[in-house]
C-alpha cells in the first residue's frame, strides 16, 4: 500500500499490527466525509479478552516504533472494547459480543440523515 499522508501511513501500521496477532473481521473505513475527528476508523475483534488486549497492545507497540504515538488509549481495564486514537486513525478492538451489540460498521456507514431546516 502507497501511503500519501500520515494517515494513511497509520493506517497502515495499524493494520498490519492487527495482522501480526491475527485479529479477526478486520475493516477499515474511510470517515473523512463523516467526520472532523479522524480519516479513518478500524474495526477489529478479538477471540478473547486476552486476545483483545493482546491486538490494541501490539497497534500501540508498532505505531510507538513508526514514530506514531497514541493521543490516548481507554478501555483496557475491562478489555471488552479497547479503543486507539492514532489521531488520524482510530482504532476499536472489541469482543464480538460488543461488536455486535455497538454495531458501529453500520453506525459509520449509514448514510447521513437530511435535516430539514
Same mark, same amino acid.
Given at each position: 500500500m502507497k501511503a500519501d499522508n500520515i494517515s494513511e501511513q497509520i493506517l497502515a501500521v495499524a493494520l498490519d499490527a492487527l495482522a501480526d496477532?491475527?485479529? *479477526?473481521?478486520?475493516?477499515?473505513?474511510?470517515?473523512?466525509?463523516?467526520?472532523?475527528?479522524?480519516?479513518?476508523? *478500524?474495526?477489529?475483534?478479538?477471540?478473547?479478552?486476552?486476545?483483545?488486549k493482546?491486538?490494541?497492545?501490539?497497534?500501540?507497540v508498532k505505531a510507538k516504533e513508526a514514530g506514531f504515538k497514541p493521543l490516548g488509549v481507554e478501555g483496557?481495564?475491562?478489555?471488552?472494547w479497547i479503543l486507539i486514537d492514532?489521531?488520524?486513525?482510530?482504532?476499536?478492538?472489541?469482543?464480538?459480543?460488543?461488536?455486535s451489540f455497538y454495531d458501529l460498521e453500520r453506525?459509520?456507514?449509514r448514510p447521513p440523515e437530511n435535516k430539514l431546516a
Open positions: 496477532i491475527k485479529a *479477526v473481521n478486520v475493516l477499515s473505513l474511510d470517515v473523512r466525509s463523516l467526520t472532523g475527528i479522524a480519516d479513518y476508523m *478500524v474495526i477489529a475483534s478479538g477471540t478473547s479478552s486476552r486476545h483483545v493482546a491486538l490494541a497492545d501490539n497497534v500501540v483496557e481495564r475491562g478489555c471488552d492514532l489521531a488520524g486513525v482510530i482504532v476499536h478492538v472489541m469482543l464480538p459480543a460488543t461488536r453506525l459509520w456507514t
